[in-house]
């Protein structure tokens, strides 16, 4: 029974410290099925989901979704770190560990205890191996508890470090494709000040900005579980607006502007196909058309005013809908497990930026309106 025991303890820890190197350490994406990290966001993520389903779309239902991927994030060191006291306590009951003094066997309680306080390196001496191979076993544990905290504070500020880049570029949409960002407001904003060549140089930053976060989140999974500091903005919108220009530019331009286009949406489509294989998230092959007949002679328009040199219609619009069913399944599958919106390609006619509001907006409208009151009042008397 010992040395049964002790073989589950050793294939215990060697699965999580395995799991563990997976998860933080190594630089590329797992196609093994069976991870202990994906079993725990299966089993905790889709509850959570089913929850957030049941509740009303609104500030609520975003405020419990956003608390879901930093607090896995911690659930999952808690289950790493109790797996590991526990392989470590089925070693140390196999080899015989013993308080000082007594001539049997404790209970596994005490060396679930013993593996404990070895683990979190709490020194507290009240009990202590007896045998050689016990105390070989304590001071393997002692290391592995001070490496794994020193890994898991050092991939903390990496993990938000990749977040807080995310967010930069999402932030920055808001003022150039409204809120939430749409293909037709981040046209419109720079065809009126005739600046399609600054359209041009920002797809090419959206193209670093892709490539960077393919590689962020095949490493760290769990970043695509975190939320957007507005209710009306996410990665996936995000990429949905970049994706839907590019589309646009590819199919109905020609020149500079189509081949940028062309370099964006291949960095952006690639992101988006990896992390749906990482994440286990299939195309959805029913969806709604978030397109119209309308929203392209719109489009054709704005580019025409605009200076851009136009293909002939009928040959943009099927080149369009090939580019379309490149990526949109792979966004409405994104969109479908994660509750995230996408964008029309329309631009919304009520949705004000976010940079144009704040809690205290008509209260300091009110304010600066009786100001002007007053000082006519004044003028005039």
């Known amino acids: 029974m010992a040395v049964l025991i002790g073989v589950l303890g050793v294939f215990l820890l060697l699965t999580i410290l395995w799991d563990c190197f997976e998860t933080m350490i190594l630089p590329r994406r797992v196609t093994r099925r069976f991870r202990l990290t994906r079993t725990f966001y299966r089993i905790t993520g889709i509850p959570w989901l089913l929850i ?17 991927g930093p607090l896995s ?14 392989g470590f306590a089925m070693l140390q009951w196999a080899a015989g560990s013993m308080i000082v003094g007594s001539s049997r066997l404790q209970s596994f309680r005490t060396q679930l205890y013993m593996s404990g306080t070895s683990f979190f390196t709490l020194g507290l001496g009240d009990v202590t191996p007896h045998t050689t191979l016990a105390r070989v076993v304590t001071v393997a ?5 001070f490496g794994f905290l020193a890994v898991v504070i050092s991939y903390l500020p990496v993990l938000y470090g990749a977040f807080s880049r995310r967010e930069v570029n999402i932030s920055l ?25 600054a359209l041009g140089e920002y797809l090419r930053a959206w193209e670093s900005w892709a490539a960077e976060l393919m590689e962020s989140h ?38 500079v502007l189509q081949w940028q286009a062309g370099l964006t949406f291949a960095i952006s489509r690639h992101a988006l196909v990896d992390l749906a294989q990482v ?26 005013a605009a200076g851009a040199p136009l293909c002939r219609a009928r040959t943009g619009e099927e080149t369009l809908k090939r580019q379309r ?57």
């Not at 544990?141 to 508890?145: I, L, S």
């Not at 839907?244 to 020609?254: R, Y």
């Not at 978030?290 to 719109?298: C, P, V």
């Not at 940079?355 to 309106?369: F, L, N, P």
Request: hydrophobic share 45%; with cysteine.
């Open 52 to 68: 957030a389903r049941r509740m009303k779309s609104g500030k609520g239902r975003e405020d419990f979704l956003s608390v879901y």
């Open 325 to 381: 069913e490149m990526y949109e399944p792979f966004l409405f599958g994104f969109s479908e497990r994660l509750l995230m919106p996408l964008p029309s390609w329309g631009a919304a006619s009520t949705s004000v930026d976010n940079w144009k509001t704040s809690a205290w907006g008509r209260v300091a409208t009110a304010a600066r309106q009786t100001s002007a009151s007053k000082a006519l009042d004044d003028d005039h008397a």
């Open 279 to 304: 994440l286990g998230i299939p195309p959805q092959s029913e969806y709604i058309d978030r397109f119209n007949e309308a929203t392209l002679a719109e489009l054709r328009e704005i580019l025409g």
């Open 218 to 255: 095949i490493s760290f999974p769990v970043l695509c579980y975190f939320r957007s500091q507005h209710n009306n903005q996410s990665w996936v919108l995000a990429l949905a607006t970049i994706l839907d220009t590019c589309a646009l530019f590819i199919a109905h331009t020609e020149g």
């Open 141 to 145: 544990e002692a290391g592995t508890g």
């Open 173 to 197: 949409l808001d003022a150039r494709a409204g809120s939430p960002p749409t293909a037709e407001e981040l046209l419109r904003r720079h065809a009126s000040q005739q600046n399609l060549e």
């Open 73 to 86: 994030v911690l659930m999952l060191f808690g289950v790493w770190a109790l797996g590991l006291v526990l």
